[in-house]
């Protein structure tokens, strides 16, 4: 059990799985652009896309994520040690200050995991008066596209929308290149509009469920990092 905890605790695990890590990366940076399996792999939550892709193309990531799982391991391992072991007298936040960047890097993981789970991200070309279903049941339906014109160039364009979210409720929702929508957590955006022969528009709907736990993650990293370089500056002073 010891040497267990001492491996989990290791700086030199660390290390190693970094490494392990960097190899296993630089090995799906050559395996992408050559397999056309990835050309989908944006348009889909990743655990989902996995189960379509072959193994031959996929191997590295499956060897990343469990990288990664020990990774997170070992980071709560080390930050759990951290603070078991402070020593009486010492910064209380000089020594808080690495966990806080520790936690932040578990929610990035954690964000990671739940987008990987049920994120999707697809464009559409729909017909004015169509209907579309996104993949989470949300219904949207093209009732009309806005637009102006200078000198013989559409300068601005706007869509109006019918929506129809998961609780059954109808609303309308209007959407620009510069100003998307959000149904339910579901972003919608404009990319491009196009009126003949028939009114129609370019749309994009994405879904990041685990894009808050990565706002938290992100800030506490900062926070973190922010606070031991002040710290040391004043230490060193």
């Known amino acids: 059990m010891n040497t267990i905890i001492r491996v989990l605790t290791s700086l030199r695990t660390t290390n190693i799985l970094t490494g392990l890590l960097i190899i296993l990366l630089v090995a799906g940076a050559f395996i992408m652009p050559t397999n056309p399996s990835y050309r989908t792999i944006n348009q889909m939550g990743l655990f989902m896309w996995l ?10 990531l499956y060897g ?3 990288v990664l799982v020990l990774l997170v391991i070992n980071t709560l391992a080390c930050s759990a040690e951290s603070l078991i072991k402070k020593q009486s ?7 808080i200050s ?4 520790h936690i932040g890097f578990c929610f990035i993981m954690l964000a990671h995991l739940i987008s990987s789970a049920s994120a999707f991200h697809l464009y559409g070309v729909l017909y004015q008066g169509a209907v579309a279903v996104l993949p989470d049941g949300q219904q949207i339906r093209l009732d009309r ?6 000198q ?6 706007e869509a109006e929308l019918g929506v129809k979210d998961r609780s059954g409720i109808d609303r309308v929702l209007k959407i620009a290149p510069n100003k998307p929508g959000l149904i339910s957590g579901v972003g919608v955006y404009l990319k491009q509009i196009s009126l003949n022969p028939v009114p129609r528009a370019l749309i994009e ?3 990041e469920p685990g894009a808050k736990w ?9 926070l973190g990092t922010v606070l031991l370089v002040i710290l040391k500056l004043i230490i060193e002073r």
């Open 152 to 157: 013989g160039y559409i300068v601005w364009m």
């Open 51 to 60: 189960k379509g892709a072959p193994l031959s193309a996929t191997w590295w």
């Open 205 to 207: 709907v994405s879904y």
């Open 89 to 95: 007298g010492r910064n209380l936040l000089l020594v």
């Open 145 to 150: 596209i806005n637009y102006e014109t200078s």
């Open 214 to 222: 990565a706002l938290v993650g992100g800030l506490l990293f900062a």
């Open 64 to 66: 990343s994520m469990a």
């Open 98 to 101: 690495p966990q806080i960047i």
